[in-house]
C-alpha cells in the first residue's frame, strides 16, 4: 500500500483508493494532502488557543479554508502547489505559535504534540513525513470513521465558506469550529460519543456556511430566477468556464467582454445563467456539455481554453490535445496546467492570459441544441409558493423527491435517470448539484406549469432546498419536517455532499437514502448509529426503492 484514502464515493472496491486514485490522484499527491491536513490539525492547535485570548488571525482564517478545499476531491492534482502549501503552513503555525507566545500562553513546551512542532524543509523531508499522519494512523475503525467523517464535512463547509470569503462575507464561528474541529480528531479522549456529537455539531455550522454562502451569492448577483439556458454554440471563439465559484465568473465576464470572446459553464457552473446579473452580458452564451465526468470528450470538442475554479477535475490523458488549454485558479490544481494568481489587496484576477489564449483558438464544435430550464432557488420557488401549495392541496403534486448531490462515472448511477423516468407523473423532482445531470434533458414535463425537474443550482444551493422545506412545513402548519410529502433520494461523491447530508440531519431530516454506495469512511458501528438515529439507508433497485418512498 502506497496511499490511502477512502474520502468519497469512488473509493476502490469500496474500501479505499490504496495504489492510485480513482479520481487519478497520485500516491505522492495523496500522501502529501494527508500531510497538508496534518499541518492544518498543526496551526488549529495554537489558533484554538490564541482565541480563547481573544487574538482572531485572519491569515490563518483563509489559510485553513483554502487548505482544506485543496484537499476536496478533484480540486487539486498538482505536486508543486500541495508543497508549496505545506511550507506555507508550517510558517503561519511559527507565526500563530509566536504570536500565542507573546500574550504569555500556557502551553508546556515540554508536552507539546508532533503536530505542533514537527518541522522540515526539504520536498524529500515532507514526502517522509508525509507517510506517518494518514488516515490509518487512528487504529481504532470507528474512531477513525468519525474523526474522517469530520474533517470531510469541514472540508465541505471549507469550500462553502471560502466562496463566501472570496464575496466579502465571512462567519467567525464557522472560523472556530472549523479550528476546533480539526483540533479535536487529534484528541485521544474523545470517544464515539464526543465525536458524533462533534459531526452532528458540524452539521449545525454546515447550515450556517450555506446560508451565509446563500447571503453573499443573492446580495452580489441578485435572487435565481427561471432561466431557460441555451445548450448550442454561438460564432465566436470561447472560455469554458467550470468549478463553483461566481466570484471567477463575475470578473471572466468583465473581462471577456467585447473582446469577441464568447464565456460558456460546463457542469456545476450551470446555474450562473440563473443570476440576474451574470445575464446582462450577452457574450455569456450558454452551457457546454455535461457533468464532470464528460470533460475529456466534452474538452476535446469545446476547441477553446477551459477554466477550472474548483473541483471536479478529470486529469487530461497522456495522449490527451487539451491539456495545454486547461487554466487553473483558486484551490483548483492540475500539473502541466496553467494557474491563474489569487487576487492581490483587494484587486482583481487577471484573466488577460486566458483571453488571449481564447482569441486563436476555433469556434466550439456544436454537440447539442435546445434549452434547459432552471434557477428554481428558494426565492423563485417561494415566489411561485401559492402554486406549488395549491397543487399539492388539490393532489395534483403527490410528492416531492430531493434527488440532490453529485454525479460520477460509476455505471451504477444510471439508477437515478431510470429512477427519475419511472417517477409517476404526479411527482416532482427537486434538485442541486451536478445530479441533475442524469435526468434534466429529459423530457419530463410539467405540472399544472410548475417543471417537474426544479433546479436550484449548484450543490453549494442546496441550502435552497432546505429553506424550501421548511416553508411548506410552515404553511402546511406542520410540527415535523419529517410529515412534509417530501422523500430523499440523495447522490454522493465527493465532501460537500457530506456537508449537505450532516446540515439535512441536524434540521432533522429522517430517512434519507443514500447512493450509489454508503460512504466507505462509515464504520459498520458509525452506519449503525446513522441508520438508528436518523434512518439512513442506502439504494437497492428502482422498482424496491421507488415502492418504500411511495408507500411511506
Ligand atoms: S478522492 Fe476518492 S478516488 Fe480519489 S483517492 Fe480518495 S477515495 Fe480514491
Ligand atoms: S456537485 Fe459534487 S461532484 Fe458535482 S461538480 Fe459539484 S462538487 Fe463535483
Known amino acids: 500500500m502506497s496511499m490511502f484514502c477512502f474520502q468519497c464515493q469512488e473509493a476502490a472496491k469500496g474500501t479505499g483508493c490504496t495504489v492510485k486514485g480513482v479520481c487519478g490522484?497520485?500516491?505522492?499527491?495523496?500522501?502529501?494532502?494527508?500531510?497538508?491536513?496534518?499541518?492544518?490539525?498543526?496551526?488549529?492547535?495554537?489558533?484554538?488557543?490564541?482565541?480563547?485570548?481573544?487574538?482572531?488571525?485572519?491569515?490563518?482564517?483563509?489559510?485553513?479554508?483554502?487548505?482544506?478545499?485543496?484537499?476536496?476531491?478533484?480540486?487539486?492534482?498538482?505536486?508543486?502547489?500541495?508543497?508549496?502549501?505545506?511550507?506555507?503552513?508550517?510558517?503561519?503555525?511559527?507565526?500563530?505559535?509566536?504570536?500565542?507566545?507573546?500574550?504569555?500562553?500556557?502551553?508546556?513546551?515540554?508536552?507539546?504534540?508532533?503536530?505542533?512542532?514537527?518541522?522540515?524543509?526539504?520536498?524529500?523531508?515532507?514526502?517522509?513525513?508525509?507517510?506517518?499522519?494518514?488516515?490509518?494512523?487512528?487504529?481504532?475503525?470507528?474512531?477513525?470513521?468519525?474523526?474522517?467523517?469530520?474533517?470531510?464535512?469541514?472540508?465541505?463547509?471549507?469550500?462553502?465558506?471560502?466562496?463566501?470569503?472570496?464575496?466579502?462575507?465571512?462567519?467567525?464561528?464557522?472560523?472556530?469550529?472549523?479550528?476546533?474541529?480539526?483540533?479535536?480528531?487529534?484528541?485521544?479522549?474523545?470517544?464515539?460519543?464526543?465525536?458524533?456529537?462533534?459531526?452532528?455539531?458540524?452539521?449545525?455550522?454546515?447550515?450556517?456556511?450555506?446560508?451565509?454562502?446563500?447571503?453573499?451569492?443573492?446580495?452580489?448577483?441578485?435572487?435565481?430566477?427561471?432561466?431557460?439556458?441555451?445548450?448550442?454554440?454561438?460564432?465566436?471563439?470561447?472560455?469554458?468556464?467550470?468549478?463553483h465559484d461566481l466570484k471567477d465568473m463575475e470578473e471572466l465576464l468583465e473581462q471577456t467582454q467585447g473582446t469577441g470572446v464568447d464565456v460558456y459553464t460546463h457542469s456545476e457552473m450551470l446555474p450562473a445563467h440563473y443570476y440576474p446579473k451574470f445575464k446582462q452580458y450577452s457574450h455569456f452564451v450558454g452551457n457546454?456539455?455535461?457533468?464532470?465526468?464528460?470533460?475529456?470528450?466534452?474538452?476535446?470538442?469545446?476547441?477553446?481554453?477551459?477554466?477550472?475554479?474548483t473541483n471536479c477535475i478529470v486529469p487530461p490523458l497522456a495522449s490527451a490535445t487539451y491539456t495545454d488549454r486547461i487554466y487553473t485558479t483558486g484551490a483548483a490544481g492540475l500539473t502541466g496546467a496553467k494557474h491563474i494568481p489569487a487576487r492581490e489587496n483587494g484587486g482583481k484576477k487577471d484573466f488577460s492570459a486566458i483571453i488571449a489564449h481564447a482569441k486563436q483558438t476555433a469556434v466550439p464544435t456544436e454537440i447539442e441544441t435546445g434549452e434547459i430550464i432552471g434557477g428554481f432557488a428558494h426565492n423563485q420557488v417561494l415566489a411561485l409558493a401559492d402554486k406549488v401549495v395549491e397543487a399539492v392541496k388539490s393532489?395534483?403534486?403527490?410528492?416531492?423527491?430531493?434527488?440532490?448531490g453529485c454525479d460520477g462515472r460509476m455505471k451504477d448511477r444510471n439508477y437515478y435517470t431510470e429512477f427519475a423516468e419511472k417517477l409517476p407523473k404526479d411527482t416532482v423532482i427537486l434538485t442541486a448539484g451536478c445530479a441533475k445531470y442524469r435526468y434534466n434533458k429529459l423530457p419530463l414535463g410539467d405540472i399544472n406549469g410548475i417543471p417537474r425537474v426544479l433546479d436550484a443550482g449548484q450543490c453549494n444551493d442546496s441550502y435552497s432546498l432546505a429553506v424550501i422545506a421548511l416553508k411548506l412545513k410552515e404553511v402546511f402548519e406542520l410540527n415535523d419536517i419529517n410529515d412534509l410529502p417530501i422523500a430523499y433520494n440523495i447522490a454522493w461523491y465527493e465532501q460537500k455532499a457530506v456537508i449537505v447530508l450532516l446540515a439535512l440531519l441536524y434540521l432533522g431530516v429522517k430517512k434519507i437514502h443514500l447512493g450509489p454506495t454508503l460512504p466507505a469512511f462509515l464504520s459498520p458501528n458509525v452506519a449503525k448509529v446513522l441508520v438508528e438515529n436518523f434512518g439512513i439507508a442506502g439504494i437497492t433497485s428502482v422498482d424496491e426503492d421507488m415502492k418504500i418512498f411511495l408507500e411511506n
Open 288 to 309: 457546454y456539455g455535461s457533468s464532470w465526468w464528460h470533460q475529456r470528450e466534452d474538452f476535446q470538442s469545446f476547441n477553446g481554453p477551459v477554466l477550472f475554479t
Open 395 to 404: 393532489g395534483a403534486i403527490r410528492k416531492f423527491f430531493v434527488m440532490a
Open 25 to 243: 490522484k497520485t500516491d505522492d499527491v495523496a500522501n502529501l494532502q494527508d500531510l497538508l491536513v496534518y499541518v492544518l490539525k498543526g496551526i488549529s492547535f495554537y489558533s484554538t488557543k490564541a482565541r480563547e485570548k481573544g487574538i482572531e488571525d485572519a491569515e490563518v482564517n483563509l489559510f485553513i479554508l483554502e487548505g482544506l478545499f485543496t484537499t476536496i476531491t478533484n480540486a487539486n492534482f498538482d505536486r508543486k502547489a500541495i508543497i508549496e502549501k505545506i511550507r506555507k503552513g508550517l510558517e503561519i503555525r511559527t507565526k500563530i505559535a509566536t504570536t500565542l507566545c507573546n500574550e504569555g500562553c500556557d502551553c508546556d513546551k515540554t508536552t507539546l504534540p508532533d503536530v505542533a512542532i514537527w518541522t522540515a524543509s526539504t520536498d524529500e523531508e515532507f514526502e517522509i513525513k508525509a507517510l506517518t499522519v494518514g488516515v490509518l494512523t487512528t487504529e481504532n475503525e470507528d474512531i477513525r470513521s468519525l474523526r474522517e467523517l469530520l474533517i470531510y464535512g469541514m472540508k465541505g463547509m471549507a469550500a462553502y465558506a471560502e466562496h463566501a470569503y472570496n464575496l466579502g462575507f465571512e462567519d467567525a464561528a464557522v472560523n472556530a469550529f472549523l479550528q476546533r474541529g480539526l483540533v479535536s480528531t487529534l484528541n485521544n479522549n474523545l470517544g464515539a460519543d464526543e465525536l458524533v456529537a462533534l459531526v452532528l455539531e458540524c452539521g449545525q455550522y454546515g447550515v450556517q456556511v450555506m446560508a451565509l454562502l446563500d447571503k453573499a451569492n443573492t446580495t452580489s448577483y441578485g435572487n435565481p430566477e427561471i432561466t431557460k439556458v441555451n445548450l448550442g454554440v454561438g460564432t465566436n471563439p470561447g472560455i469554458l468556464i467550470s468549478g
